[in-house]
Every structure is written in C-alpha cells, then in structure tokens.
Nanobody
Framework: QVQLVESGGGLVQAGGSLRLSCAAS????????RAWFRQAPGKEREFVAL????????DYADSVKGRFTISRDNAKNTVYLQMNDLKPEDTAVYYC???????????????WGRGAQVTVSS
C-alpha cells in the first residue's frame, strides 16, 4: 500500500501562484509513476501533469502547459506541482496519484490522496 497526503492548497487571486506537495509513504518503490489530477464542481476528474521516477519524463494537460511545473524529490518521497499565473478556471480539488508506470488516465493509478482545494478568485 501507498499513502499519499497533499498539502499547499488555498485561496489565491488570479495571476498568483501556489505550490502543492504530495508526500508518499508505505511501499513507494512499487509505484514509481506520479501524477496530478483535478476535479472542479460538477465536472469529471481531469489529468493535469505526470512525472516518472527520475523526472526525465513529464507531461502536462494543454490547459496548464507553460504555467504549471511538476517535479519530485525522491529522497523526501514527495512530488510537487508549482502553479503560476493561476486562473479562475483552475479552481478545483487537486489530487495526487501514484502507480506503476505513467498514464494520463485516472483509472491507471491505484493510489490516491484525499485532495487539496485550490480556489482562484477573479
């Protein structure tokens, strides 16, 4: 089992920045792929960003490219999502996910955090 805990969410004005963290514990060696998804009220959960074990492979949703950056610190078992130039449409609950390998599909990941609320005011 892998446990994931997100932190760093909050309320920010449009154009501002936030950094989300996702700390992992447990059998982390069995789940080297990490990803962020988000879910806005009334909408389906959507892919945001992913990263492989050594950080050499990253991918982003088109809606966040150039504004968000995913990174990881394996010594701390932590993945980060730096979010810049935030927009009201970025408002959502952000979830960290872990699994073996990588995918932009949420069903690929067996392990999930409880989520962190990000609210961007206009």
């Amino acid at each position: 089992q892998v446990q994931l805990v997100e932190s760093g969410g909050g309320l920010v004005q449009a154009g501002g920045s936030l950094r989300l963290s996702c700390a992992a514990s447990g059998r982390t060696f069995s789940s080297d792929g990490r990803a962020w998804f988000r879910q806005a009220p009334g909408k389906e959960r959507e892919f945001v960003a992913l990263i492989n074990y050594n950080g050499g492979n990253k991918d982003y949703a088109d809606s966040v490219k150039g504004r968000f950056t995913i990174s990881r610190d394996n010594a701390k078992n932590t993945v980060y999502l730096q979010m810049n130039d935030l927009k009201p449409e970025d408002t959502a609950v952000y979830y960290c996910a872990a699994g073996l390998g990588l995918s932009t599909t949420s069903a690929h990941y067996p392990y999930w955090g409880r989520g962190a609320q990000v609210t961007v005011s206009s």
